[in-house]
């Protein structure tokens, strides 16, 4: 039984693997001439070694070379996605969700119809908001965030970001090394403190503002009342 999940976790890795590849071939045209070049030189090296000193390298000369084809792998396939994320509404949120550490997040706090959003994600480093959508539009959601989160969130840091690629704003492919750059101002009893706060403030949704799309409108019978019969 252990066997068959063991065969069915490493096909499952293989086919994961597989999707990686494929994605980042077609979103990066330098990914398949540098993963060639990763492995073709490193094994060059290793049967001139071998040739010389003997089966002895062969060994290290595959595992240096399986090093390198999973290093260019995951650089190449980490840009790609992160150049395929940019300007897709929610795209911040997600990479957060996927991130190492403790992190608390919300997406979509606020929000309006015009696809424009606030999420609020609890750390370590305190309460940070990320902006996305128009920036106009965005700058004056981020500021009611703020105001309405300020009520609960006492000494906390407060960080607050636009996501973009304009002037003064965080592009997505730099969120997660700014986040990691970001100090320690909070134990780990300190943001499930916090978290509680923020959830029971957050516990009430919010309608998104602006105009209602005319697929969200309920029918104009919707709310008629029904005769007696």
């Given amino acids: 039984m252990a066997k068959e999940q063991e065969k069915v ?15 980042t071939a077609k979103q990066d045209k330098w990914f398949v ?30 595992m240096v070379t399986l090093l390198a084809a999973v290093i260019v792998l995951n650089l190449r396939s980490n840009a790609a996605m992160m150049n395929a994320a940019e300007g897709q ?4 949120a997600s990479l957060m969700e996927n991130m190492r550490g403790d992190w608390r997040v919300r997406p979509a706090a606020a929000s309006t119809t015009q ?9 370590r480093p305190g309460v940070i908001l990320l902006a996305e ?31 973009g690629t304009e002037e003064g704003q965080l592009p997505v492919r730099k969120l997660r090394s700014t986040m990691m750059r970001l100090p320690r101002n909070l134990t780990g009893k300190d943001v499930n403190s916090l978290d509680k706060r923020l959830g029971a403030l957050m516990a009430r949704p919010q309608m998104p503002k602006g105009a209602i799309p005319k697929n969200m409108r309920p029918s104009k019978g919707a709310f008629r009342q029904q005769r007696p019969r």
């Fill in 9 to 23: 976790s490493f096909g499952t890795r293989l086919k994961q693997i597989g999707q990686v590849f494929s994605f």
């Fill in 33 to 62: 001439p540098l993963l060639a070049a990763a492995v073709l030189i490193p094994l060059a090296i290793t049967v001139v070694l071998v040739l010389l000193a003997g089966w002895i390298y062969l060994p290290i000369g595959i």
């Fill in 133 to 163: 959508g128009n920036p106009q539009r965005v700058r004056g959601l981020l500021g009611q965030e703020k105001r309405r989160l300020s009520k609960v969130i006492g000494n906390a840091p407060l960080y607050d970001y636009v996501i």
């Fill in 89 to 92: 509404p929610g795209a911040a």
């Fill in 115 to 123: 696809y424009d959003m606030v999420h609020v994600v609890v750390g």
